[in-house]
């Protein structure tokens, strides 16, 4: 049973645009929300995170919004640059992030010149 | 943030032995957790590893194939043990440092990345 999905594989985003990218939970006990980007061959890096009190925030390029009634979140990176090529995992956990993180397969981002 | 490093950053291992990965953190932190990155899957929980006591295994995860020790606040092992091809994946040892109200943050070390033949 997958709690965090992150429904596409891949996505291609022209340079200079802006890049949005997709995650729906089922848990509704989840109150707190992380982005993490991954390059081949290394661990994932923290990016941004949101709490279930707020339905935004941002953080330079990068911003995160929650709907907490469609379980849904997405990450907004303007403007995309070509260091943006990686795969984004989105990830979720209850308690403040207390409990355990859960973390969705992952989307991989092509920046096209 | 916190610093972590990961020993060794990858090796080729023989069906039937085990493996034991380092992780060294910069600072003393209360939460170290062991992740696994199969190829093509999602970051999957493996264990937490609990200062002076044993780690608490997620489901499907026993201590016999995944011993994991933490002699202190900033060093953790984890053993892969009896490897067979399935366990080729990155391992990560990873930290969770808070963000006052808003929650902790998982973050990771570079990974070890196991390929059993």
């Known amino acids: 049973d997958q709690q965090v999905k992150q429904n596409s594989p891949s996505l291609s985003v022209q340079e200079g645009r802006i890049s949005i990218l997709n995650c729906d939970y089922t848990n509704s006990m989840f109150d707190y929300f992380l982005w993490y980007k991954k390059y081949p061959a290394e661990g994932p890096t923290f990016l941004i995170s949101?709490?279930?009190?707020?339905d935004k925030n941002e953080d330079g390029r990068f911003t995160v919004f929650l709907n907490k009634s469609a379980k849904h979140l997405s990450l907004h990176i303007v403007p995309s640059q070509p260091g943006d090529s990686a795969v984004y995992f989105c990830?979720?956990?209850?308690?403040?992030?207390?409990?355990?993180?859960?973390f969705g397969k992952g989307t991989r981002l092509h920046i096209l010149p | 943030s916190a610093v972590i490093s990961q020993k060794p950053s990858r090796d080729i291992c023989q069906r039937g032995t085990s493996l034991t990965i380092q992780c060294q953190v910069d600072?003393?932190?209360?939460?170290m957790f062991w992740y696994r990155q199969q190829p093509g899957q999602s970051l999957t929980l493996i264990a937490t590893?609990?200062?002076?006591?044993?780690?608490?295994?997620e489901s499907g995860f026993v201590i016999d194939k995944f011993p994991i020790s933490r002699p202190n606040l900033t060093f953790s092992t984890l053993t892969v043990s009896n490897m067979s091809p399935e366990d080729s994946s990155i391992y990560l040892c990873?930290?969770?440092?808070?963000?006052?109200?808003?929650?902790?943050?998982?973050?990771f070390g570079e990974g070890s990345w196991l390929t059993v033949v």
């Open positions: 590893a609990n200062q002076g006591s044993e780690a608490t295994y």
């Open positions: 600072s003393q932190v209360t939460m």
């Open positions: 990873s930290v969770a440092k808070g963000q006052g109200v808003l929650g902790n943050t998982i973050y």
């Open positions: 990830a979720a956990s209850a308690s403040g992030g207390v409990d355990k993180i859960i």
């Open positions: 949101i709490s279930s009190i707020k």
